[in-house]
């Protein structure tokens, strides 16, 4: 049998390199070493940290009279990124250029890696620059180092202007990414990566503008840390704060709009289970009103249409999607005004005036039928999504007291294929609702089953709950109703052996009264 080759024991080391070093001096000795066995004991080292090691081994191959080929100097050029080493790096690339080989995309992103790993952001925009230069195309590794480094200029602070700059050259940059994706599709965590980085980038240039709206008051310190304090406690206590003050509920707005809007908009995308993806939201989703229950702020205007704008960039074809048309209701009207601002630099940032919001007036303590709800109420036919974001907990005694009326009577209303999406501080109220939920789709008819899911978002608090109403087929109704005759039959019997066993016991009570002593 052939004796295996060197490079598949040293590959066998993974990250150790003393074992690797050690197994390539056995093959030099045995001179069986070539330069497969050299790349792979390169890239070992590199994988170990051993950036020096790495290098050495180049000098090592010329003594022997072989001569390193671009993968010899791409596994170097990766030890050095990893490693954080950007002056070496930069002179492998010139040491390959005088051995006649141009380095390639991934060459110079290594580079790039370098600067980034020790902190010189404009190091990695430089070598970047150089890709560019050479005429060569910017792959996905080069693409994610460049959006990294401008996700860490904006996390770095510096003047709103720079700030402005940089969203765009991000966005810019997701679109490059997504147009890539279409082409030679991106593994879904890196997907992910850039619809996360894409969303909050987007919800920070948003929640920029609102502050820097002039319409509106300016936010106020003390009392948005009021109104947080007040959020907090009724999260436990029940009980709704108030709402009067239109400079906390600015300050409120910006302190929350990335996580809050961010979270929905991450329910809407990318949490389990698939029948969301598949059944839940479809596009069709989207083409109807959507309800945003207790809206407040409109985050969840923002959210749908980034949402829309982000999956618009990552399908293949390019027809227009439908404008999103998203009806904010809430029981406080001092949300108006702020609610405003957000649709207002939601529409100017993603540059699509069809988008709609529209403001009114909703109770989710009182029954649907009530006046107070006559604007869900007249939703509800064509309505595909309805969102309910953090209003269920302060609301929880209201809403206790008449058993979440309004939810049971909401599902039985609501469209075949309507789905709602629920994000919460905390799931204590989710057993209620649901059963509420359960039971307005029974009291709806054989035509529909409630799907349930409780969602979670990876990295982020919270609870999500998601409700489903979907439409049975004909098979699924008769089934249905062939077993509520058999369950009504049993029910029947099991109620009358109730009753003949209650008369037999008070029998029982009778006789024995009858034949006790007299005292």
Same mark, same amino acid.
Not at 386 to 413: D, G, H, M, P, W
């Given at each position: ?124 925009? *430089?070598?970047?620059? %150089? ?31 720079? !700030? ?9 940059? =997701? @679109? ?14 890196? =997907? ?36 947080? *304090? ?24 910006? #302190? ?14 990318? =949490? ?28 969840? #205007? ?51 005036? @069809? ?51 309004? #939810?049971?009577? %909401? ?18 109220? #989710? ?9 307005? =789709? !029974? ?6 089953? %409630?799907?349930?899911?409780? *969602? ?9 709950? %998601?409700?489903?109403?979907?439409? @049975? ?5 008769? *089934? ?40």
């Amino acid at each position: 049998l052939c004796a295996p080759h060197p490079a598949t024991a040293i590959k066998a080391c993974g990250r150790n390199a003393a074992a690797a070093l050690e197994l390539l001096e056995q093959s030099r000795e045995a001179s069986t070493a070539d330069v497969f066995a050299f790349a792979t004991a390169v890239s070992v080292c590199g994988k170990g940290g051993r950036w020096a090691e790495a290098i050495a081994l180049l000098d090592t191959m010329e003594t022997d009279g072989i001569l390193p080929d671009r993968a010899c100097f791409n596994a170097a050029l990766a030890g050095c990124a990893r490693s954080g080493r950007p002056a070496e790096a930069h002179a492998l690339i010139e040491r390959m250029a005088a051995c006649s080989l141009p380095p390639t995309s991934s060459s110079y992103t290594a580079c790039a890696r370098a600067s980034l790993q020790c902190g010189d952001r404009h190091g990695a925009f *430089a070598a970047l620059d %150089l890709i560019r230069h050479a005429g060569l195309p910017m792959d996905w590794q080069a693409l994610q180092v460049e959006l990294t480094a401008n996700e860490g200029l904006l996390t770095s602070g510096g003047d709103e202007e720079g !700030a402005r700059s940089v969203r765009k050259r991000i966005g810019e940059l =997701v @679109r490059d990414s997504l147009r890539l994706h279409r082409a030679n599709s991106l593994r879904r965590s890196d =997907v992910t990566w850039l619809w996360r980085l894409y969303s909050r980038t987007t919800l920070d240039a948003v929640r920029s503008s609102v502050v820097e709206n002039v319409d509106l008051p300016q936010a106020d310190a003390e009392a948005t840390s009021q109104l947080l *304090a007040s959020l907090s406690t009724s999260a436990s206590s029940g009980e709704m704060p108030c709402f009067d003050d239109e400079r906390a509920l600015v300050g409120y707005t910006w #302190f929350n709009m990335i996580n809050r809007a961010g979270k929905m908009a991450d329910v809407l995308r990318d =949490v389990p289970p698939e029948w969301l993806r598949t059944r839940a939201l479809e596009s069709s989703q989207f083409k109807g009103p959507i309800i945003s229950l207790g809206g407040g702020p409109a985050y969840d #205007f923002a959210a749908v249409a980034i949402l829309q704008a982000f999956e618009d960039m990552e399908q293949a074809d390019a027809t227009a999607s439908e404008p999103v048309r998203v009806h904010v209701l809430d029981f406080a009207p001092g949300w108006e005004g702020v609610a405003r601002a957000v649709s207002a630099a939601v529409v100017s940032e993603l540059g699509d005036v @069809r988008h709609q919001m529209t403001f009114g007036h909703c109770d989710l303590t009182k029954p649907l039928e009530s006046t107070s709800n006559t604007a869900v109420h007249a939703l509800l036919p064509e309505s595909r999504l309805l969102v309910c974001s953090y209003v269920i907990a302060e609301n929880a005694k209201r809403l206790q007291a008449t058993e979440y009326a309004f #939810f049971a009577e %909401l599902l039985e209303k609501a469209a075949p294929g309507a789905l709602l999406a629920i994000t919460e501080t905390t799931h204590r109220q #989710f057993p209620e609702l649901i059963a509420a939920a359960r039971r307005g =789709v !029974a009291t709806a008819g054989d035509s529909c089953a %409630l799907e349930v899911s409780l *969602a979670s978002i990876r990295g982020q608090g919270g609870s999500q709950c %998601l409700l489903f109403k979907r439409p @049975r087929n004909a098979g699924e109704q008769a *089934a249905v109703a062939a077993t509520r005759s058999s369950s009504s039959s049993t029910e029947l019997q099991l109620e009358l052996c109730a009753e003949r066993n209650r008369a037999h016991r008070n029998s029982q009570r009778v006789h024995g009264a009858q034949n006790r002593p007299s005292r």
